[in-house]
Nanobody, 126 residues
Framework: QVQLVESGGGLVQAGGSLRLSCTASGLTFDDYAMGWFRQAPGKEREGVSCISAGGGTTLNADSVKGRFTISRDNAKATLYLQMNNLKPEDTAMYYC???????????????????WGQGTQVTVSS
């Protein structure tokens, strides 16, 4: 059974940092492109950052460029999202997602992914 389990969310003040993790099981992790997505109440799910199966290619949404860094450790089957200089508008439920393939067309499009975690809440206070 495939599972993606996120952790690392929490409450932080504006300007602070958090590191999210997503541990995968039940799949050959390095066969999958991965992404982080977020959804705030009343808003559509949006792509935050994504990474190729080998980890050499990444893409960030404009809203997080220079602040968020995605990475992966294929030996540990774990995906990370380092979030620095957090802003109140970053408040959302954060999800990791996986799709088999090295890299995806339009990889920040959440409809490209078929495996999802349950999410971890990030709340940034002003």
């Amino acid at each position: 059974q495939v599972q993606l389990v996120e952790s690392g969310g929490g409450l932080v003040q504006a300007g602070g940092s958090l590191r999210l993790s997503c541990t995968a099981s039940g799949l050959t992790f390095d066969d999958y492109a991965m992404g982080w997505f977020r959804q705030a109440p009343g808003k559509e799910r949006e792509g935050v950052s994504c990474i190729s199966a080998g980890g050499g290619t990444t893409l960030n949404a404009d809203s997080v460029k220079g602040r968020f860094t995605i990475s992966r450790d294929n030996a540990k089957a774990t995906l990370y999202l380092q979030m620095n200089n957090l802003k109140p508008e970053d408040t959302a439920m954060y999800y990791c997602a996986a799709q088999r393939g090295f890299w995806l067309p339009t990889p920040l499009d959440y409809t490209r992914y078929n495996l999802w975690g349950q999410g971890t809440q990030v709340t940034v206070s002003s």
